[in-house]
């Protein structure tokens, strides 16, 4: 996609298209949000909560900022202090992330809900873990926590609703892209997965304008990511390419999507030198907005599964995202990355 064509649709999304607050019951829902202290992902657990959520978990690195944010919402919506709890995670470090998880799995009869919306944009260069720290954070780390919750959804999804739940559904893992995956290039995607995460911090490292771009990345591998973990689930079967989506009520027992929440007045580009320029240009949606479209996704029904969406609508997306070849690449990658490190669960 060129630029040209990209801003084109930035405009009509951001102008012309907006997000409806979401009203479905999160009631008797357990449900998880990382980077849940502050912009976004602060906003989508004001509207669980203000839903009924029965138990929520704000996954944060600063736990001084989100106790603020548990007694800011508490008092917002009279929720009783039961329904939301603090626990720490640094998707910076892959042990915080595994100690997360282990956490998750020892304290949590079940798992309705898991919303990752942590995620960075800067323009310092770093290696957390030894990989560009846009690569993991956004990546790496998000698919360590997904990937390894994902069998906790399943068995809630198998031992089924909890008696009296007013919204039944299945089990949602929704983790936050960005429309910006359609500027992507992905240079690395030739390389073997032996060789395509070094290869991606080293062109980080050793060029500027590879790593101006190292975001957008991202959340192309976001969408990669997704669509192979579709496949990876308990009943998915192998994998088929795009129709393996075809009825997957009948195939998975976890409904997996990518919302886009679109440009919003956040602290995600707080770093970015002419983000208050454009955000106003191109008229940034307000944080409750962006947070809607992740509510909404995690309440999605089955026509969204291992799909992108966009101001509450499914959309294709980048055709790159679709190849299923890649996506298994790149997860292997990831995977190897995690045996060598000696941080799964495993």
Request: charged fraction near 20%.
């Amino acid at each position: 996609m060129s630029t040209l064509e990209f801003l084109r649709g930035l405009i009509y999304e951001q102008y012309f298209q907006s997000v409806p607050k979401p009203t479905a019951s999160f009631a008797h829902k357990t449900v998880i949000i990382t980077g849940s202290n502050v912009g976004l992902g602060k906003e989508a657990a004001r509207h669980i909560s203000r839903l009924g959520c029965t138990r929520l978990i704000l996954g944060v690195r600063n736990t001084t900022a989100g106790e603020e944010a548990r007694k800011e919402i508490l008092a917002e919506m009279s929720a009783p202090e039961s329904s939301i709890a603090v626990w720490e995670v640094d998707l910076s470090s892959f042990d915080s992330v595994v100690g997360f998880v282990q956490r998750a799995n020892r304290e949590l009869d079940r798992l309705d809900v898991l919303l990752c919306n942590a995620g960075i944009n800067t323009v310092k260069f770093s290696e957390p873990e030894g990989y560009e720290s846009i690569l993991t954070v956004n990546v790496l780390s998000t698919y360590l926590m997904a990937s390894r919750l994902l069998p906790l959804l399943e068995r809630t999804a198998a031992a089924g609703p909890v008696p009296g739940d007013p919204e039944p559904r299945p089990p949602h893992l929704s983790i936050v892209g960005s429309d910006t995956h359609l500027l992507a290039k992905f240079p690395e995607q030739h390389e073997s997965a032996a060789k395509m995460l070094e290869a991606i911090t080293a062109n980080c490292k050793n060029d500027a304008s590879r790593f101006r771009a190292q975001y957008p990345t991202s959340k192309l591998l976001v969408l990669l990511m997704v669509r192979d973990l579709v496949y990876r689930q308990k009943r998915s079967g192998p994998s088929s390419g795009v129709n393996a989506i075809d009825k997957p009520e009948e195939k998975y027992p976890v409904i997996i999507n990518v919302p886009n929440p679109s440009l919003c007045h956040s602290s995600l580009t707080r770093e970015i030198p002419a983000a208050r320029f454009i955000k106003f240009v191109f008229h940034a949606r307000p944080a409750e907005m962006g947070g809607s479209a992740l509510v909404n996704a995690a309440a999605a029904g089955w026509e969204t599964n291992g799909q992108y969406l966009s101001s509450n609508k499914v959309n294709k997306g980048g055709s790159l995202t679709w190849d299923s070849a890649l996506g298994k690449k790149l997860v292997t990658a990831i995977e190897e990355c995690f045996k060598r490190l000696d941080t799964t669960e495993h």
